[in-house]
């Protein structure tokens, strides 16, 4: 069973940064996406960055642009989000995600969230 656990949440001040850290506890076949996703307070859970393993590409939403930077490990086992010029408005629970198919069966696997708070 693919457990998957975030580290590096805390409280923060405006314009101050943090780098969130994500980790599954086994290589995963077939992995195509990493992605960090957030739900601020009564909202729904958003997409924030993601990285497609086989292209190697990057993908933001647009308010984390410029501010906000995904990166993996070469064993494609961790994810990490390092956030810089954080605003009261990144405040929220930090999820991370890996999805792929090993042979014909689709994974999606999720951490437990970590909260991140700016104080302005």
């Known amino acids: 069973h693919v457990q998957v656990a975030e580290s590096g949440g805390g409280l923060v001040q405006a314009g101050g940064s943090l780098t969130l850290s994500c980790s599954a506890s086994q290589i995963l076949f077939g992995l195509n996406t990493m992605a960090w996703y957030r739900q601020p307070p009564g909202q729904q859970r958003q997409l924030v960055a993601s990285?497609?393993?086989?292209?190697?590409?990057?993908n933001y939403d647009g308010p984390v642009k410029g501010r906000f930077t995904i990166s993996r490990d070469s064993a494609k086992t961790a994810v990490y989000l390092r956030m810089n010029s954080l605003k009261s408005e990144d405040t929220a629970v930090y999820y991370c995600n890996f999805k792929g198919r090993e042979l014909t069966q689709p994974y999606d696997y999720w951490g437990q969230g970590t909260q991140v708070t700016v104080s302005s």
């Open positions: 990285i497609n393993t086989r292209r190697g590409t990057t």
